[in-house]
């Protein structure tokens, strides 16, 4: 069953250097992640606020790169079921850009990053696949 989800904040520079796909589901955790991955911004921008009574948040990071040209993207966030008949997982589907060798990319650092924000759902484990 495909799940609805909200985009909180894209790019590619984040102050999460490492590459790193992770769900959240508490307060706590989320502004510590935020903290971490705003860390190169000044002013830092506030905290988005999620309801962890309702939500989740999913953040996939692609690490450093070493030009411009790359990103991450969440493609699709479903439910399914397992071999077992046990409680189903839930499947983040992901996709990574990287420049083609024609391509003019900045020559900088980058840091992709997606975080998303998905209705809590009760899943025996989270499954982060590459598309």
Known sequence: MNIDFTTIAQGTNSGYQSASQTVIDNQEQWINLW?????????????????FMSYN???????????GGYSVEILAVETRNSKTGDQPSLVITVQYHQPQPEDY?????????????????DVKKVVFEQA
């Open 57 to 67: 948040v999913a953040a996939i990071f692609a690490g450093e790169k070493s030009t």
């Open 105 to 121: 990319v900045t020559e900088a650092m980058t840091y992709p990053y997606q975080m998303i924000k998905i209705p809590q759902i």
């Open 35 to 51: 903290q971490q991955h705003t860390s190169d911004t000044e002013p830092s921008p506030p905290v988005p606020q999620v309801d």
